[in-house]
């Protein structure tokens, strides 16, 4: 179904060796992640698995049949144990006597926690009742693009029929719920010998007796309407071929950054959003053919889908044959005011009297022609995850108009889906966000202890982070320690020397692809430098300035451009010295260019006030735990300036200040974040100092 790997059979990873050991719900949780490690069998968060296990009650000590299925919420590739609900067949079964119809199928929802069994606090799924009433052991409910490209065609029930013969049964639409499990478990009653059933705009059902038995049967299922798709759309255009050609991968990537934070800023008034761009070939595919525009207004069809993209995508005008960026940034501000308008005149036809009040009316998915697709949502992952949704909706799209006609998920079903009260509820069961969610960093010197304690710092309050640092290896290995505890999704580096114009420029157009704008930028980046005067060169003199003036200068312009495209505000931290404050023997060079940072920061607090941009300093001191520029000459010229060996200048500088307190890198981190967070939300041009206490750096 997709284009890179339509030819690539599906491989059965199920080994027997090791699942010979395992109990039933063992067996649930492998076949469920053997599953979910496929995209083209379940999207990310998409269908559940289920079996039907004989246990101890642990009140009678009788056994009893129980359910175990996947809970709300979960997702099938990364489950564990605790990711299923468990709950008494027999009071699931005994549900069937308290339904008093579709009206007030919602209420059934909350007759599971009821059900449960061994207090499982794992809330069950909406689709509880469907793997309930299958009368099999195992069953799986899968979202694949090929099923889903038969379900969403307009004749689904005929092609079904035509593929799968009377082995696959066909329901047609019907959102989720209890009735639908009904529906099913009188499909499997009239239909004893069918292993499965393909759900209209949904998905797919397959059942056995036995694990193994079932997960061999759902690839089999998938594979047959794979193979099938590809001899009837082999040699056929798809999507009625292309309109547009590809612009080349350098230039879409810089297409995209240029774009990226101009709608960041026109999306963010709710909350900050994060973007996330796309340009693999199916996406190209779609966004560059003449069917495009016909198809994306349709909508998806599958609800997974649907809650991940919203109604439909907003379409950028752009020509990759004559490209003109400032002309298309110039229409957009009118582009995402239309779809605004659109979703809430789309809210206002189909409210119901109990709907939840409308939501954030911003599109998800911006389809560029010649560039790709960028999608925007409230956190990295998400706005990832709904860009791999909308790839299976193109993917469904392309199979279904190549045999038949594409029909989207009708409106009003749309929108009982997107605004379901027990959706709602869902919602509202969400944690607060972090006080840094949504928010971008950028970080110099992040490979250092006060760069990488900084970015931690940000990322535990749920910010994404950009490192960036001229020493590759070790900013490699920052981030790979970043993202193992915060996640690949939030950590991303780029090497840059702050000294260079157009390398710096390029960090800012990684960090605008990657993440669609830049909130806060901490400039971080030093060296140290210590010689008297006499011997200071012109050289180290120069290097001092280059660095710690001139590279505070140019990643300091280059952000300023990024806030004033998005029009958010912005905060920047420079992370000077107390030796900008307070005169050191022996290191003029530093000294001044320090000083020089600290008026900087000066000047462009009163230039971004106006723009809502905060500019604030921290002056640390001596702080050598993890610290680059303690490295080498500078300790040992520190040392002998101060008469002490290595060993004994920690030592010294923490007996010189007034705390007696070493100073530490996450020390740093706090103040940084505090600057840059909303506490000080009221400050800038200020001077945290972090010195333990040094009177000649006080600032009054």
Known sequence: MTLSTTRQRLENKWDTARAREMSEPEKLLYRSNLLGSDKRITNYGGGNTSAKVMQDDPLTGETVE?????????????????????????????????????????????YLPHCTFNLNPRAASIDTPLHAYVPAKHVDHMHPDAIIAIAASKDSKALTQKIFGDRIGWLPWKKPG????????????????????????????????????????TLEVIQTAMDWFEGETAGKPAFGGAKHQSLPADERRAVAARLMPAIRGMVSGQQHMVGHFTDGDAVLEFVNAHEMERLAALGTSCPDHFLRTKIRPLVVDFDPATPDVDATLAGLEAAVADYREGYQAYYDRCKRADSPAIRDPNAVVYLVPGVGMITFAKDKA???????????????????????????????????????????????????????????????????????ATAERYLREGACVMLADIDETALAETVEALAARHSGDVVRSVAMNVTDEAAVAAAYTEIAAEFGGVDILVSNAGIASSAPVEETTLDLWNKNMAILS????????????????????????????????????????????????????????????????????????AVLKGSKIWQGEWLDQRAGTYGTDKEGLEEMYRERSMLKRSVLPEDIAEAAYFLASDLSAKSTGNIINVDAGNVQAFTR
């Not at 027999?90 to 008093?100: F, V």
């Not at 989207?408 to 959706?423: C, M, R, S, T, V």
């Open 66 to 110: 129980v359910l175990w299925v996947k809970g709300s919420g979960g997702d099938v590739g990364s489950i564990k144990m605790d990711g299923f609900s468990t709950l008494y067949m027999d009071k699931l079964n005994a549900l069937r006597a308290l339904y008093r119809g579709l009206e007030h199928e919602d209420e059934m929802v909350g």
């Open 178 to 217: 209890y009735e639908l499990g009904l529906w099913l478990s009188d499909f499997c009653a009239k239909n004893p010998n069918a292993k499965g059933v393909v759900l209209e705009s949904h998905g797919l059902f397959t059942w056995d007796d036995d694990a193994r038995a079932c997960y061999d049967l």
């Open 382 to 452: 998400t706005a990832r995850i709904s860009g791999e949704f909308y790839v299976n909706a193109i993917n469904v799209m392309r199979g279904s108009d190549a045999v038949s006609e594409y029909c989207g998920l009708p409106e009003q079903e749309a929108f009982d889906i997107e605004y379901w009260l027990l959706e709602e509820a869902k919602l509202q069961r969400m944690p607060a966000p972090k006080s840094m969610a949504g928010r971008v960093a950028l970080v110099t010197g992040g490979a250092g202890g006060i760069g990488s």
């Open 550 to 621: 001139t590279g505070y200068f140019l990643v300091s312009r280059e952000a300023f451009k990024l806030f004033r495209v998005q029009d958010m505000g912005g905060a920047v931290v420079f992370v000077a010295s107390k030796n900008g404050l307070a005169a050191s023997p022996n290191a003029s060079a530093y000294c001044t260019a320090k000083a020089s940072e600290i008026h900087l920061a000066r000047c462009l607090a009163l230039e971004g006030a106006p723009v809502g941009v905060r500019v604030n300093v921290v002056n640390p001191d």
